[in-house]
């Protein structure tokens, strides 16, 4: 997919935000003149603060007045450069609450239409944000077809060479276009995904873009074919992306000639295939005079909203781009996932599931062959770990693996030519938010917002989302009333805490430390439940001492990892750099790592209650899940509590 050629078609504008000349039409009051001119004489010297300064006394001013144009007129120059003088300074959160001035003063106004929308992108992108989080949310669930409860699909391009190191997958990404014969290679894979269990994002593209819309009615015999396969394979969820990325084509459609051709299409198939879900699916930036909404179709006809979202350093691959560009059309600084997706997710999320139908981050310019590994992975991280943290709506994620000669790309997003962006992925879908090996299997697991009043046990986990515009998150540090209880560096800097000591209510704590030195904090006020009686483990009928007492972490007994392994009469080896312990007794290896949900017994997945953890500097793992992975036989004695493993 031609990334690149797609955004050049929205140049057709030039952001422009000059001042605006003041006409002898309005009388300005008295105290205004005094005031301009200290305005003007700091917008001449560049003195940001004085444009400030003189910037707010004018717009105090203003906003006061009788509508007419010329209040317009200075309320939307003053709010810009008061905006950008605060940006130019670093103050991002004062500047956000400017543009977001701007863009409510504005956005009903067409003489004003560039500014409102530059304005809103700016607000969006500057305003910082922290929240903390815990487990045991409530999932979201619409009931739309091939829908899952809880959980978060993934996988990648069918013919990704990722994939074969990709043994968890529960989805695949496959292409159609519209109008063509179908290849051989969709029906091979489409049984491989029968075989495996797993869910089919059928891609079907309008390679005429506009055209393919406007002659959809003549197409019918290309449909049949294309759904008379996919019921070849009734038992395979396919969910159908019709015409995506429609608002970036370079032939376009009138709303109304799109939304047609989409309830046509959306008909045809809901009326042949049962398994098939509908897909509507923009870009994540749209060309410059185009609304999404009025090309959505109606809920009737859709079934998902889905949405392409890459990670570029640079827009157009162009290091000298304006700064507008790369804030209006999402790229370098301005690519972190979660705010890309927000106005999607808050106009469509409230009745949909919510799909990454393509996403991809860019880890070299292919022109110039700059190397764009580091924000490359940084992205990748905020993908895979905040989107499903903060976004329960989103339901799957696709990742583009994949490049087409003589697109003319000028990123590569490709896993395959990057060995770390490669192991990072195939690392991170084993977190416990992602349904493993297959469309028909589940994960219970939900992150849950912090808030005033939130109840958690007296051993609890907590993660945080932070965010400074133009700065990375280098650590956030945890507190039960000032009191410090464990910190992380890493995304999403889940820790878990032993709050054994504080039941009740107490404040919890969140600080954010930042590469520029500056930091963000949160505070709740949260009930934490008492702690229960001690935990004892026997083995064989004998008492084990452990140099950290086992807890009762959501009805699991939780044991420190080397002891358990050592008393069970295993080797122990330890993976730091990828936080996995390894247990070796006779022809049994087990091996499980911290945050993830999967245990592995001689190769074999086996899916966990709960994921190991760090408390307090030791590794605790299920008791019962490595006793009987090892071939011991559990049981529990409720009166004494006692978990009594028999090898």
Known sequence: MNKTKLLLCVLCFLLMFESVAVYAVYEFPKEFWPVNKKYEEALKAGNLTGIIEAGKQEIEIMESEPDCQEKKNILVSRYNEVGTAYAKLGDYDNSAEMFSKLYDFAKNEEVY???????????????????????????????????????????MCAA???????????????????????????????????EKGLLVEYALNCPRQGDDIRNIFNMEANLKQVSDMLRKYPNVPVLLRFAAEFDIWGTQVTPEEFVSAFRYVSQYFK???????????????????????????????????????????????????????????RTGVNSEPVH??????????????????????????LNSGEDATEFALQRLREFYCYVPMIYPQVKMIAYFDWYVDGSGEKNDYRLTENSLLQNEY????????????GYNHDTDFCYRPITDSTNVESIFEVSCYAYRYNTKVTGVTYYIDD????????????????????????????????????????TSIVNIGNPGDKITV???????????????????????????????????????ENQIATGKRGNTTVKVAIGQNLMYVNEKPVELDISPFVLDGRTLVPARAIAEGLGCKVGWNGESNTVLINQ
């Open 113 to 155: 239409y560039d500014s409102a929308k530059v304005a809103k992108a700016k607000a969006l992108q500057y305003a910082s944000e922290i929240k903390m989080y815990t487990d045991g949310g409530n999932a979201v669930y619409y009931g739309a077809v091939d829908e899952k409860k809880n959980g978060v699909l993934f996988g």
């Open 340 to 365: 890309c997706l927000k106005e999607l997710v808050e106009k469509y999320g409230d009745r949909k599931p919510i799909m990454l139908s393509e996403s991809g981050c860019g880890h070299k310019l």
């Open 160 to 194: 990704s060479e990722t994939r074969k190191k990709l043994e968890n997958e529960s989805m695949l990404l496959l292409y159609q276009e519209l109008g063509e014969e179908i290849p051989v290679y969709n029906e091979v894979v489409l049984k491989e995904a029968s």
């Open 483 to 522: 009191k410090y209880m464990g910190a992380s560096d890493t995304l999403p800097y889940t820790v878990t805490l032993d709050a054994t000591q504080y039941p009740g209510t107490h404040n919890l704590k969140a600080v954010a430390e930042f590469e520029n030195g500056k930091t963000l904090e949160t």
């Open 426 to 437: 195939l690392k991170l879908t084993k977190g416990r938010r992602f349904i493993q090996y």
């Open 538 to 576: 026997e083995i064989n009928s004998k008492k084990i001492t452990f140099d950290r007492d086992p807890v009762l972490y959501h009805d699991r007994t939780m044991v420190p990892m080397r002891k358990i392994f050592e008393e069970l009469g295993a080797e122990v080896y330890w993976d730091g």
């Open 271 to 329: 009326s042949r295939n049962t398994n098939v879900a509908i897909v509507w699916s923009p870009n994540q930036t749209s060309n410059w005079n185009v609304n999404i909404d009025d090309y959505y179709p109606g809920d009737e006809y859709v079934d998902w909203v889905g949405v392409s979202l890459y990670s570029m350093k640079y827009f157009l691959a162009d290091p000298n781009q304006k700064e507008e560009y790369e804030i209006v059309f």
